[in-house]
């Protein structure tokens, strides 16, 4: 049987009296390529944030790796987040002070890996992507898509079980985009990473295995890419 990387049940939460997220039920397989899709404002991202570990729902429970995370402290759950799970949004998220291959050896590094393999794997990271080059370079010395790229290796580089990705490549051009989503499709293949991707283009849920609707809170149905 599939292993079930992510799970959402009945997730509910509200901002203030507004219901968000009205019994959402969402399940990832590893290895497997989910985009979600939907109306700005149907609660997207705040079923990123909650899956994610980021925000607490109201009612229902999130599930990695078959534990339940969602009643863990906010310790526990960055601890695993650090761990287990890997981020992309939009706008890239690196650390400016750094250099690019820096950012990209920070999970490595937080979790106690040493400097030299760190490095190795944070250049092999790059080097997936097309921009090992620039691994020396500072945020500001680098292009939004060679940044973009540096936060999908930053993602992927500790082989996360779950790679959550919130309209990553709404800011690139075509050609770095399809780079950016082969690496996450590859990722997924090869190491049986799963990966959620919120999006707004059905270019890029194309990418994806299966397409989940949400619609004013809830799924409003499941099918499979075209
Ligand atoms: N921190 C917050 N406090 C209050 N309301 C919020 C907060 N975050 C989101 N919302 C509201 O929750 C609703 C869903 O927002 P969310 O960002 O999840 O939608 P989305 O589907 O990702 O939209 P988009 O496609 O435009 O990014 C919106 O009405 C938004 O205004």
Redesign the pocket.
Known sequence: MTRVALAGHDLRLS??P?P?LRGVDVSLAAGEVVAVM????????????VLAGLLRPDAGAVELDGQRIDDRSDAVRSDLRLRRLGFVFQFGDLVPELTVVENVELPLRLTGVARGPARARALEALDGLGVADVGGKRLSEVSGGQAQRAAVARALVHRPAVVLA??PTGALDTVTGELVLEALVTAATTTGTAVLL?T?EPRVASWAGREIQ?RD?RVAGTVPSR
Do not use: A, N, Q, R
């Open positions: 901002f203030g507004t968000v939907g109306p700005s404002g149907s609660g997207k991202s705040t079923l990123l944030h919130d309209e919120v707004h949400i809170g």
